[in-house]
């Protein structure tokens, strides 16, 4: 958590949409915990609140546009190739990508903002969108509503905590945020040791 709150300090805005880009492209840290502590920093006069969640949401669109430019240039076949492949490690399989694919076309471009605000599917609901070729219209206006709503929430958590003081944070946002860190890290190795192909 230590790291992260330096990038933020050290970095201010720029900061917190580097590691909200890095966290949509290769989560390796959760946006549940950037956005808080960027949050925390407003609170604290380091950056006005409004800068923490521009911030946010200009890093997780770019790893959202990124996402998607990316699944719509290879295509479904090629996608499908990649994930013959490589999909052990997303523990993705064709199944995956079509069952994705039909509920994706099923709820249209709402499931991109919908989408936006889950946990876990956060950054991957742009492969559907790229793969079943959504106009980049829709696709920016539904990724742009939902990532703000996601964005602004979780930044008026750590802005509300900020205010309530320091001793509060130390005592309480430390283990959560560690916490949080550590049910994704060990999901994921859960899911990559259990995961079998359809």
Known sequence: MSFIADVIADGG????????????????????????LAGIA????KMPIWGAVLGGIAGSM?????????????????????????GRWLTLDRAGVERT?????????????AGRC???????????????G??????????????????SGLTLVGYRLGQAG???????????????IAIAAALYVFRLVTWRKS
């Open 13 to 36: 805005v720029a900061g917190i949409a580097a590691l909200t880009f890095v966290e949509t492209v290769f989560p390796p840290i959760p946006s549940e915990v950037v956005m808080p």
């Open 42 to 45: 407003a609170a604290q006069g």
């Open 62 to 86: 770019g790893g959202n546009i990124a996402f998607y430019a990316v699944a719509r240039r290879l295509g479904v076949r090629r996608f499908e190739a990649w994930i013959d492949r490589h």
């Open 101 to 113: 694919r039909e509920w994706f076309a099923r709820r249209g471009g709402w499931a991109v903002g």
């Open 118 to 132: 889950l946990p876990g599917i956060r950054s991957i609901v742009s492969i559907p969108a790229g793969l079943a």
């Open 134 to 151: 959504m106009a980049w219209t829709p696709f920016l206006l539904w990724s742009t509503l939902g990532t703000s709503l996601w964005v």
């Open 166 to 180: 320091l001793p509060l944070i130390e005592r309480w946002l430390g283990p959560v945020s560690d916490g949080l």
